[in-house]
């Protein structure tokens, strides 16, 4: 089994920057593709970004293209998701997913077969 916790989220303002971690333990020997998703109040859950598992593929959603920037660092089983120029929209519990079978990486939720708990992101003044 293959556990994610994500971390990093909190309050800023808008224009601000975070920059969101998802750790991974368990079984971890295979590399992952990683997808970030996000649920904002009141919506339905959406990609946002994702990663292959040797990290030479990204993708990116149209809302946050050009602000956030997915990276991998596989040593430490770890995916980073920075988030720049951050607006009050992009409020939502954020949340990491892994699958071992995608080799191009999607934002298919239906895709990734291993979820963190997410972590929440205010951006607000």
């Known amino acids: 089994q293959l556990q994610l916790v994500e971390s990093g989220g909190g309050l800023v303002q808008p224009g601000g920057s975070l920059r969101l971690s998802c750790a991974a333990s368990?079984?971890?020997?295979?590399?992952?593709?990683i997808g970030w998703f996000r649920q904002a109040p009141g919506k339905e859950r959406e990609g946002v970004s994702c990663i292959s598992s040797s990290g030479g593929s990204t993708n990116y959603a149209d809302s946050v293209r050009g602000r956030f920037t997915i990276s991998r660092d596989n040593a430490k089983n770890t995916v980073y998701l920075q988030m720049n120029s951050l607006k009050p929209e992009d409020t939502a519990v954020y949340y990491c997913?892994?699958?071992?079978?995608?080799?191009?990486?999607?934002?298919?939720?239906?895709?990734?077969?291993?979820w963190g708990r997410g972590t929440q992101v205010t951006v607000s003044s």
């Open positions: 997913a892994a699958d071992r079978t995608i080799a191009i990486p999607t934002l298919v939720q239906d895709e990734y077969d291993y």
């Open positions: 368990g079984f971890t020997r295979d590399y992952y593709a």
